[in-house]
C-alpha cells in the first residue's frame, strides 16, 4: 500500500501559464522565417542582400547535389581533425608533464603563458613569414587553438585530483605507474574533458577565420566565394553548415565524454 | 618568478641568433635578433604605432559595450522569465554554433567594410559569452536566498535589486572579462577581415606585406600585452564590485 503524501507547492500563488517546451522553442524561428519568406517576397531587400529562403535552401541542395559542399565540407573536417589531434595529444603531454613535475612546470609555463595570451589570430601574420599561407599556417594555427585549453585544463585537472586518493593509492602499494593509470588519470577524465570540448571548438572558430583569410576550398572558402559574387545564397548557407558542423563536432565529444565516464550519472 | 623559466625563451634566441649568424635562414624571413630588436625600437618610439593602438582600443570599446549591454539585457530577460527563456533560448543557442568569424561575410555584405561594420562585429562577439554568463548567473541564484527573501516579504524589484543580481554579479564579471577578451580578438579580426590599413591589425598586415619582421613582432607583442591588461582590468574590476565572490575565473 502507498501513501501519497501531497505536499503543498512552494509559493504557489496563481499558477503561471507556461509555455510547452518544443513548440515555443520553434516559434521564434518559424515567425522569423515567415517574416524573411514575405520580405523576400514583397521585394523589400534585394536578395544579395537577403535572398528568399527557398532560394538559401535551394543553393543548399545544389551545392550538396554537386558533391561540392560534401568536398568543401570534408576539407575543412580534415583540416580541424589534424590541427586538433596535434593540439591536443600535445596539450595533453604539455599539461600532464607540467602537473606531474614541478620541474618540468617551472621550465616551460612562463613561455607557455606568453604563447597563450597573444590570441590565435594574432599569431597569423607572424608564422605565414616562415610558413607562407599554405596548409602548414592553417594546421599550425588550428592546433594552436587546442594546445592552450588543453594544457590549462589538464594541469588543472589533474592539480585537482585529492590527495587523499593518491594516498589510498600508495596504501595498496600501487606503483608510480598504476596511480598515474587507475588514480589520477580516471580522476582528470571531466576537468580534461572540458579542455578537449572547448579546444575542438576553438579549432572550429580558428579554422573558419584562417580559411577567410587564404584558401581555395573549405567551408570559409565558400563564404568568400559567395561573398565575391555577391551571392547571399550561398553565405548563408555556407554559415548554416558550418554551425552544423561545429554542432556534430560538440555532440559526439559530448557523447564520448558520457562513454569515457560512465561512474558519473549524468 | 624562477629563473628557470627564462632557459627556454633565452635558448631560443641563442638558436635564433645562431641561425641568423650562421646564415643558415634566408635574411628575409628571419632578420638577426639586433636588427629586429633595433627595428622594434624605431617602431615603439614612433608615435604612428600607438596612434594605430589608440584607434584598435578605440573601436574595441565600442563594440564591447554595444554588445555587452545588449548581452546583459538578453541574458537577464532570459534569466528572470519563464516564456522568455523558452521562447528565445533555443534560437540563441542554435545561433551561438555558428563560428563568429562566419558572420563576417555576412556582415560586410549588409554593412559594408566600414566602422560601423567593424563595430557590429565586435559587438557579435562580445554578446555571446555576456549573454551565457548572465544568464546563467541569474538563473542560478540559489533557492536559499529567494526564500530568505519571500520570509522578509521582498517584492518582486526588491527581490531583484537586493538577491538576484548581486548573487549574479561575480558571474556577470565573468562575461565581461571574457566578452572584453573576445572583443580584442574580434578587433584584431575585424580590422583583418573589413578594412585594410587600420588599426594593431592593419599594423601587422603591412608589417607582413612588406616583410618587416620586427614590425609584425612588435605588433604580436602589443597584441598580447593589451589582451592581458584587459583582462585583468576585468579581473580586478569584479573583485572589487563583487567581493563577496572572491575568485572569479
Known amino acids: 500500500m502507498s501513501v501519497s503524501i501531497t505536499l503543498p507547492r512552494a509559493a504557489a500563488g496563481p499558477r503561471a501559464w507556461r509555455l510547452p517546451a518544443w513548440p515555443a522553442a520553434l516559434l521564434l524561428p518559424l515567425l522569423g522565417l515567415l517574416a524573411w519568406a514575405a520580405a523576400a517576397r514583397a521585394g523589400w531587400l534585394t536578395p544579395a542582400i537577403l535572398p528568399a529562403p527557398a532560394e538559401v535552401w535551394a543553393t543548399l541542395t545544389e551545392l550538396w547535389q554537386s558533391g561540392e559542399l560534401q568536398s568543401h565540407a570534408l576539407w575543412s573536417m580534415g583540416r580541424v581533425v589534424q590541427g586538433f589531434a596535434i593540439g591536443a595529444v600535445l596539450g595533453l603531454a604539455l599539461g600532464a608533464a607540467m602537473a606531474l613535475s614541478p620541474r618540468v612546470e617551472d621550465y616551460l609555463r612562463p613561455s607557455f603563458v606568453a604563447i597563450a595570451q597573444v590570441p590565435v589570430i594574432g599569431w597569423v601574420p607572424l608564422l605565414m613569414l616562415p610558413l607562407g599561407i599554405g596548409e602548414a599556417l592553417k594546421i599550425v594555427i588550428i592546433a594552436k587553438a587546442a594546445l592552450v585549453p588543453v594544457t590549462l585544463n589538464t594541469l588543472a585537472g589533474i592539480r585537482a585530483v585529492p590527495r587523499g586518493w593518491v594516498e589510498v593509492g600508495t596504501a595498496f602499494r600501487y606503483s608510480r605507474w598504476q596511480v598515474l593509470r587507475h588514480v589520477v588519470l580516471p580522476a582528470a577524465v571531466p576537468p580534461v574533458f572540458t579542455g578537449i570540448r572547448y579546444g575542438l571548438t576553438s579549432c572550429w572558430k580558428a579554422l573558419v577565420a584562417v580559411e577567410l583569410l587564404a584558401s581555395a576550398e573549405g567551408l570559409g572558402f565558400l563564404l568568400v566565394w559567395g561573398r565575391q559574387m555577391f551571392q547571399m545564397d550561398m553565405v548563408i548557407a555556407g554559415m548554416v553548415v558550418i554551425a552544423a558542423v561545429g554542432l556534430v563536432f560538440d555532440a559526439s565529444l559530448a557523447l564520448l565524454e558520457r562513454r569515457l565516464q560512465p561512474w558519473r550519472a549524468a | ?249
Not at chain 2, 125 to 149: C, D, H, K, Q, Y
Not at chain 2, 161 to 189: C, D, E, F, K
Not at chain 2, 192 to 200: D, I, Q
Open chain 2, 1 to 249: 618568478m624562477n629563473a628557470r623559466g627564462l632557459v627556454l625563451p633565452l635558448g631560443l634566441l641563442a638558436l635564433w641568433q645562431g641561425v641568423a649568424a650562421g646564415g643558415l635562414a634566408d635574411p628575409r624571413l628571419l632578420a638577426p635578433p639586433g636588427e629586429v630588436a633595433a627595428t622594434a625600437w624605431r617602431v615603439l618610439t614612433d608615435p604612428a604605432i600607438f596612434l594605430a593602438l589608440g584607434a584598435s582600443l578605440g573601436r574595441c570599446l565600442a563594440g564591447f559595450v554595444l554588445g555587452a549591454g545588449l548581452g546583459l539585457c538578453f541574458g537577464l530577460l532570459c534569466g528572470l522569465s519563464r516564456p522568455a527563456d523558452r521562447l528565445l533560448g533555443p534560437s540563441f543557442h542554435a545561433l551561438k554554433n555558428v563560428a563568429v568569424f562566419a558572420w563576417i561575410p555576412l556582415i560586410a555584405m549588409w554593412f559594408g567594410f566600414g566602422e560601423e561594420a567593424r563595430i557590429i562585429f565586435i559587438a557579435l562577439a562580445t554578446f555571446t559569452p555576456m549573454v551565457l554568463n548572465s544568464w546563467e548567473g541569474i538563473a542560478g541564484t540559489p533557492r536559499a536566498l529567494l526564500e530568505v527573501g519571500s520570509v522578509l516579504r521582498f517584492g518582486p524589484w526588491q527581490s531583484l535589486a537586493r538577491i538576484r543580481l548581486p548573487a549574479a554579479l561575480p558571474s556577470m564579471m565573468t562575461g565581461v572579462q571574457l566578452g572584453l577578451m573576445h572583443a580584442w580578438l574580434a578587433t584584431i579580426g575585424a580590422e583583418y577581415f573589413l578594412a585594410k590599413g587600420t588599426g594593431l591589425g592593419g599594423v601587422l598586415i603591412e608589417g607582413r606585406d612588406t616583410f618587416d619582421m620586427a614590425l609584425v613582432l612588435v605588433g604580436v607583442v602589443l597584441l598580447g600585452a593589451v589582451g592581458l591588461v584587459l583582462s585583468q582590468m576585468a579581473r580586478l574590476g569584479g573583485a572589487r564590485l563583487a567581493p563577496w565572490k572572491r575568485e572569479i575565473a
